[in-house]
């Protein structure tokens, strides 16, 4: 076959995201205080963008927003129709965005050696005898970080600013339980010091407080307490010293290794609970975000519902026509006028976008709401399961769209705040045949773990029996299963629990 060139004509069809797609997509999946992040940046780069409450007489056909998107719904008929929509939720069939990969440098310290000359300065200073700490009350009034704290004693503890130097380089390296992992010949090396010179740093940071503070193990921080309350007697020492059996419930092998009676050891073990096992979480910065709700929920006098957006944290968003209409008729030439063309097209497509991110949201909670108005009267035992899939055919989107709308948003009600999806779980079989919420069994089982008898403590089989009993056909590992994503532990570790308990 002889070889030439030639030319073929070839058709096909290809689905292209354009950028304000690909935008959209992640609008929908953002949660409000992104689009809050989001629309400040909009603001600082669209000159004819501006924030600000539109009532509905402004709005009209130029692509201002409408009063807030809110819902309305009966016990009887909760629809999930949006009122007066002018257009349709946002519905987008797309795979996945690629999310963008951060990385960042890690410091690099170098911990140089310093002659005898350099430690006051280096260590701040401050030798035996100088500034009164504050209490324990002024400093956490002050908010102090454990450091802080830390460094507020430490000039009064040590006997030379050597010491104190060395003592603050230990104070920095405690985690936020006020644990000690470095081991110490590091530390000697790293500062240019001797074992002994560490040592008696790290005795330094055990006089501070919170007591405890400063310690390599769970056993040496409770030794420290317990030296603190002169409570650091031989049985005490050997009650510390085998935490292990404490944890198994060993109470036989614990007396005799404490040489006490039952009143002695039950005694003993009162005091252990009332040491601090992590003394320094008093001082750790906390790192729970508050949780800010995108849909509210509220009873109305209909015995039935209210749903709205929250617009608490998103600023309405508005063009300036006469401020366009004043730059455009300044513009010296067709360039610039395409520049303002191009930021008037950007704007009205970013208020239309917001708006039917906020109905497509709407629309997907009503549904949610709906589907589990059992859990909003009565709790968690009516929880039912739920699936992507079944909302998605409800409301007429794609389950993809569903799976973006319900991330990173949470729906508040008078029983707490809820990410939207918490209400999607897998079910198991009921009598009734309307199946029963994950969520729901886990519920349950601990329920009747909290009630069970110290001395019949309810076996796996047993709680599957008893589930059984009410209409849940479930098997033992089933049962084991979801008892151990809850954090409930077996029969045998909950029974030593209990008999701990009851000393």
Same mark, same amino acid.
């Given at each position: #076959? ?18 304000? =797609? ?8 953002? !949660? ?8 400040? /940046? ?5 000159? @004819? ?16 927003? $409408? ?11 909760? #629809? ?31 911990? !140089? ?28 009034? *002050?908010? @102090? ?18 010491? *104190? ?41 055990? #006089? ?10 769970? !056993? ?12 650091? $007697? ?6 510390? /010293? ?75 968003? %508005? ?27 950007? *704007? ?19 549904? %949610?709401?709906?589907?589990? /108005? ?22 007429? #989107? ?23 999806? +918490? ?34 403590? @309810? ?13 849940? /056909? ?7 299963? +979801? ?6 532990? !077996? ?11 009851? =000393?």
């Amino acid at each position: #076959m002889a070889l030439g060139p030639r030319l073929d004509l070839r058709q096909s069809q290809q689905l292209v995201m354009t950028p304000q =797609l690909q935008q959209a997509i992640k609008l929908l999946a953002a !949660s409000n205080l992104e689009i809050e992040t989001f629309i400040g /940046d909009a603001l600082e780069a669209n000159p @004819l963008l501006e924030a600000g409450a539109v009532s509905r007489e402004d709005s009209g056909p130029s692509g201002e927003p $409408d009063d807030v998107p809110r819902e309305e719904f009966t016990s009887d008929q909760l #629809m999930a129709q949006g009122k007066g929509e002018s257009e349709a939720p946002l519905d987008i069939d797309t795979g996945a965005l690629d999310r963008d990969r951060e990385t960042g440098d890690g410091a690099v310290s170098d911990n !140089s050696r310093l002659s005898d000359a350099e430690w006051g300065s280096a260590g701040g200073g401050g030798a035996a005898g100088g500034e009164e700490f504050p209490s324990i009350d002024a400093t956490r009034a *002050a908010e @102090l970080s454990l450091g802080e704290h830390l460094d507020n004693q430490i000039g009064t503890l040590a006997v030379n600013p050597k010491e *104190a130097f060395v003592a603050r380089h230990i104070a920095g390296l405690l985690d936020d339980a006020g644990y000690l992992s470095s081991d110490l010949r590091d530390i000697a090396y790293d500062l240019g010091v001797t074992l002994d010179e560490t040592e008696d740093a790290l005795e330094v940071i055990h #006089m501070c407080d919170p007591t405890g503070v400063g310690a390599r193990s769970l !056993s040496e921080c409770l030794a420290i307490q317990a030296r603190e309350a002169d409570r650091y $007697d031989p049985c005490m020492r050997a009650l510390i /010293d085998n935490l292990e059996l404490v944890a198994k419930g060993e109470i036989a092998k614990l007396k005799r290794l404490c040489r006490v009676d039952d009143e002695d050891f039950a005694d003993m073990l009162r005091e252990l609970r009332e040491f601090d096992p992590k003394p320094g979480l008093t001082f750790a910065p906390s790192t729970t975000d508050a949780v800010i709700p995108d849909v509210l929920l509220t009873a109305n006098d209909e015995n039935g519902w209210d749903i709205a957006l929250n617009e608490d944290t998103l600023p309405r968003l %508005i063009v300036n026509r006469s401020y366009y209409v004043e730059l455009n008729e300044g513009s010296p030439n067709e360039e610039a006028q395409g520049w303002l063309k191009e930021k008037l097209a950007d *704007a009205h497509w970013l208020i239309r976008a917001l708006d039917q991110r906020q109905k497509t949201i709407l629309k997907t909670a009503a549904e %949610i709401v709906k589907q589990q /108005d059992g859990f909003f009267r009565k709790g968690v035992s009516e929880l039912r399961p739920l699936t992507l899939r079944e909302v998605a055919e409800q409301i007429d #989107m794609h389950e993809s769209t569903v799976s973006r709308v319900t991330s990173n948003k949470y729906l508040h009600c008078d029983r707490g705040c809820f990410e939207l999806k +918490y209400f999607f779980s897998s079910g198991v079989s009921s009598s009734d045949g309307e199946g029963a919420s994950s969520e729901a069994i886990k519920a349950r089982i601990k329920a009747l773990t909290d009630a069970e008898d110290a001395k019949k403590v @309810l076996s796996d089989q047993k709680l599957a029996d008893l589930l059984k009993e009410e209409g849940y /056909d479930l098997a033992r590992r089933t049962v084991a299963k +979801y008892r151990e994503a809850v954090g409930i532990g !077996s029969s045998a570790q909950r029974r030593r629990q209990k008999k701990l308990e009851n =000393l």
